[in-house]
């Protein structure tokens, strides 16, 4: 056999391999691919900076499976002598506390900003390869870091671990499905959900960003991004859920495709709530403010409403 040949053979081995492990992921169930989260995890928090009637202090939990999970939880100063009921904020990019602070007059409630183990600003140049396993790690790992996170706050004292939502705004919408399917197989309830400014798959998402460049390459990193995410994907996680949901969706959302959108609109299960925004996608920029407020003001009156928080 010559060498041309044994590369043929070679490659269509690959391709079978490659094949196969792409349909044996497809059939797993998702959970089996995602790590479980921890209980009893040693935290050290930070002293409470105190200011307009709330303090606010960040903690660390030290897993050596999970890696270090940071979050922000902004409480009301002095404490009631009732439990909170728990607000989990899962926003874009960056720390809790950036993601908490738009959240204002939050009554007797406490309001948790997770802080994302991934990179604001992604690796460039010659590192990104090096850096590429390590970032997969810390990606598949969100959706335990905050199941495990709840699982401490809900071990506070001030805590009403009975009344558990979980807000997630655009990034954050994403991987709220996997994240409440982990924590619900962990024993813990969550019962309202917010997902805004989300779609699904995450392939739809790259293939139809403006920022991807060249265009070319955006329907073969949706392909993968497809594969490799397959087991946090928000639609293999929300038939499995239970609770109460509020969609926020921008009608003219340049980030999210329509079918995006539509898919994960019609994924979440009953009973759910739809409010669609005039504009484009959320943001914090200054010609967003508006727009934010609006988000904001309409997740926190569905939340009073449906008995989730405690009236501001």
Known sequence: MTIRRLLAAFA??????????GVALHRRDPLLSLPRPEHGLAADETAAARRDGRSLRHVVLHSAALGDIGFSVSLPDPLPAKRLPLVMVLGGLGTGGD???????AGDNAVIGYDWPMPVHFYAG?????QLPALYGRVM????????????????????????????????????????????????????TVLAYGGAPFGALVAGSP??????????????????????????????????????EGEDDSLVPAGARAHLRNAVPEPKTVIVFKGDHMGVGRDKTGLLQEIVASSKAWLVEKGAVDMP
């Open 12 to 21: 269509v081995l690959l391709a079978c391999l490659v094949a196969g492990a």
């Open 99 to 105: 993601n908490i602070r738009y959240v204002t007059a």
């Open 126 to 130: 010659g590192t990104t390869l090096t």
């Open 141 to 192: 790992a969100v959706p335990a870091q905050v199941a495990s996170a709840l699982a401490w706050l809900r071990e506070q004292p001030w805590a009403d671990g009975g009344r558990v939502s979980l807000l997630g705004f655009s990034l954050g919408a994403l991987a709220a499905p996997a994240i409440e399917d982990v924590a619900e197989h962990d024993g813990q309830t969550v019962g309202w």
């Open 211 to 248: 920022h991807v460049k060249p265009a070319w390459i955006r329907p073969v990193l949706a392909s993968a991004v497809n594969f490799l995410l397959r087991p946090l994907q928000p639609t293999r996680h929300l038939s499995h859920l239970a609770g109460q949901f509020l969609i926020l």
